[in-house]
């Protein structure tokens, strides 16, 4: 049976024991993994812990480990990477921007309405209503965003390690979406020929 990391985390117990003088001590709870400024100055700390006790000089972290630490840390939380207000306010930006396109639209028709019949007296023609969000909503629609984004960068590692690279690159991105088929028809872009 194959052993992923995961699988052994889940599997271990919650709480260790810790050998101490006495037969009776106490079981200890493990440490959950705290912020990544925290997990970083712990890893600082144990690395300066064995260079003072092996004799040499401390070093700072290198770019991998510090990497490695913020993989970890990323693997463990479930929190929302993307800010929540920023993300918020860029929905109601592009709502309000689409619900002044149909108020302009209505107004067009309207007055499109008056010309072709003159004797109109009552315009039965309500103006659209602004876009309201639930906060909720909101939230809901912030999390499948940050999934579509994960499942996106997903496929372009998957890509960067077909081509024998470990480094995403932008030429990934452009194959994933077009492979997945979404977005062929972004403003300003001429569609993917297909026959290729």
Same mark, same amino acid.
């Given at each position: %049976?194959?052993?992923?990391?995961?699988?052994?985390?889940? &599997?271990?117990? @919650? &709480? &260790? @024991?810790?050998? $101490?003088?006495?037969?009776?001590?106490?079981?200890?709870?493990?440490?959950?993994? $705290?912020?990544?400024?925290?997990?970083?100055?712990? +890893?600082?700390?144990? @690395?300066?812990?064995?260079?003072?006790?092996?004799?040499?000089?401390?070093? #700072?972290?290198?770019?991998?480990?510090?990497?490695? *630490?913020? *993989?970890?840390? !990323?693997? =463990?939380?479930?929190?929302? #990477?993307?800010?929540?207000?920023?993300?918020?306010?860029?929905?109601?930006?592009?709502?309000? +921007?689409?619900?002044?396109?149909? !108020?302009?639209?209505?107004?067009?028709?309207? +007055? @499109?309405?008056?010309?072709?019949?003159?004797?109109?007296?009552?315009?039965?023609?309500?103006?659209?209503?602004? !876009?309201? %969000?639930?906060?909720?909503?909101?939230?809901?629609?912030?999390?499948?965003? &940050?999934?579509?984004?994960? $499942?996106?960068?997903?496929? %372009?590692?998957?890509?960067?390690?077909?081509?024998?690279?470990?480094?995403?690159?932008?030429?990934?991105?452009?194959?994933?979406?077009?492979?997945?088929?979404?977005? =062929?028809?972004?403003? $300003?872009?001429?569609?993917?020929?297909?026959?290729?």
């Amino acid at each position: %049976m194959v052993r992923s990391k995961r699988k052994a985390a889940a &599997e271990a117990p @919650e &709480e &260790e @024991e810790t050998p $101490g003088p006495s037969s009776h001590s106490k079981p200890r709870r493990r440490k959950e993994p $705290g912020t990544l400024k925290e997990q970083l100055d712990e +890893a600082k700390e144990r @690395e300066r812990k064995s260079c003072e006790e092996q004799g040499r000089s401390f070093k #700072q972290l290198s770019q991998s480990e510090s990497a490695l *630490i913020q *993989i970890r840390h !990323y693997q =463990q939380t479930h929190s929302l #990477q993307i800010p929540k207000l920023r993300f918020q306010r860029v929905v109601r930006d592009i709502c309000d +921007a689409m619900s002044s396109e149909r !108020y302009l639209e209505w107004q067009q028709g309207r +007055a @499109e309405r008056r010309r072709t019949i003159p004797d109109l007296q009552e315009d039965d023609w309500e103006p659209p209503k602004r !876009y309201r %969000m639930d906060t909720q909503g909101l939230l809901a629609l912030q999390e499948a965003c &940050e999934s579509m984004l994960v $499942g996106l960068f997903e496929d %372009m590692n998957v890509c960067a390690v077909h081509c024998k690279r470990v480094t995403v690159m932008p030429n990934d991105l452009v194959l994933c979406r077009r492979l997945n088929g979404a977005w =062929q028809w972004e403003p $300003g872009q001429q569609k993917v020929p297909q026959g290729r």
